[in-house]
């Protein structure tokens, strides 16, 4: 019996090891492994190289630009991409050689433009949004989906398992990477200035609150019918300052940042239940059927309470 039962717990415990591993989260997966070569510098903040003029060995400070995040790339969606799918072949050589920089980079519509395996993504839509938005406008070819989409860090932005607040914040953090204080980014792309976002958005109440809650395209971009989120990044002077839009009964945000989970958007009486209930409440736009009766209901019961009790003090009075 014991033989059985020890027998038993060894088969259990085996079962149970193998279930812990293979149900391992993918960002602990080691990325490819032609990647390592490049990782050995592009991995830390430092690197060294032998001076072939000098014959000593140098070291020196990586360009944060380059450090690449083992962690962040792993959870990417091109995690299983080898640095040279989208990097010239000749980088395998070590020192790169100088004239590289000056090559032209493989760009994200190469591989996803034009190709029926990415039609459900509408990336050629996408693509011609971006071209008519105030950045395409402004920089033409040089604003390219790089600039906002980190291609080693890049997730999907919408799935089940992803709160609002965390979707806001993921798209408000590719806007405040170059419309921030530092403006570092910003100006590699132009000479003028951004622009103190505080005081662009001085006229908005509760403007923290906001930021936390709703994604800066809310307000800044068009709305797109047949795209999830819209790319057509408008000018300033055309943003939605108007508060109705979106704290009302037609609520803008329900054609945009909740539309990918408004599975039933309106009731037969008129009023926005299911995803919004779940996890925000905007004034206006926020309510439900059940929960209106239920306070007509109480507020009618108190309201007789109060003339039955009046109606009493009357006739004692008499």
């Known amino acids: 019996m014991k033989t059985r039962l020890f027998s038993l717990g060894i088969l259990l415990s085996g079962i149970l090891l193998f279930v812990?591993?293979?149900?391992?989260?993918?960002?602990?997966?080691?990325?490819?492994?032609?990647?390592?070569?490049?990782?050995?510098?592009?991995?830390?903040?430092?690197?060294?190289?032998?001076?072939?003029?000098?014959g000593m060995k140098v070291h020196k400070k990586m360009n944060p630009y380059f450090i690449l995040n083992h962690q962040k790339y792993n959870q990417g969606v091109h995690n299983s991409f080898a640095c040279i799918d989208c990097h010239l072949p000749e980088y395998e050589t070590y020192p790169h050689a100088a004239e590289l920089k000056l090559e032209p980079q493989y760009g994200c519509m190469d591989c996803h433009g034009d190709d029926p395996n990415y039609a459900k993504f509408h990336f050629d839509e996408i693509s011609i949004e971006v071209e008519g938005s105030v950045h395409g406008n402004a920089l033409g070819d040089d604003f390219k989906c790089e600039m906002c989409h980190n291609p080693h860090y890049y997730e999907l932005g919408y799935s089940k398992d992803k709160r609002i607040e965390e979707i806001v914040a993921t798209a408000n953090n590719m806007c405040t990477e170059c419309h921030n204080y530092s403006q570092d980014k910003f100006y590699l792309l132009s000479d003028s200035c951004a622009g103190n976002q505080d005081i662009t958005h001085s006229w908005l109440p509760s403007k923290e609150l906001h930021f936390k809650s709703v994604r800066c395209i809310e307000c800044h971009s068009t709305i797109s019918d047949s795209l999830i989120v819209s790319h057509n990044i408008v000018e300033k002077e055309s943003a939605v300052k108007n508060c109705v839009e979106c704290h009302s009964t037609d609520s803008r945000l329900m054609?945009?940042?909740?539309?990918?989970?408004?599975?039933?958007?309106?009731?037969?009486?008129?009023?926005?239940?299911?995803?919004?209930?779940?996890?925000?409440?905007?004034v206006g736009a926020t309510k439900n059927y059940y929960l209106n009766v239920i306070s007509i209901v109480l507020f009618s019961f108190v309201f007789l309470i109060i003339l039955f009790h009046a109606f009493l003090r009357i006739i004692l009075k008499k």
């Not at 293979?22 to 001076?51: I, R």
């Not at 408004?262 to 905007?282: L, T």
């Open 20 to 54: 812990t591993l293979t149900s391992q989260d993918q960002s602990e997966e080691a990325p490819p492994p032609d990647n390592y070569e490049c990782l050995k510098c592009h991995g830390k903040n430092y690197y060294s190289f032998e001076n072939e003029v000098t």
């Open 255 to 282: 054609s945009t940042l909740y539309k990918h989970r408004a599975k039933e958007s309106r009731s037969k009486f008129g009023f926005i239940n299911g995803a919004m209930m779940n996890e925000s409440f905007v």
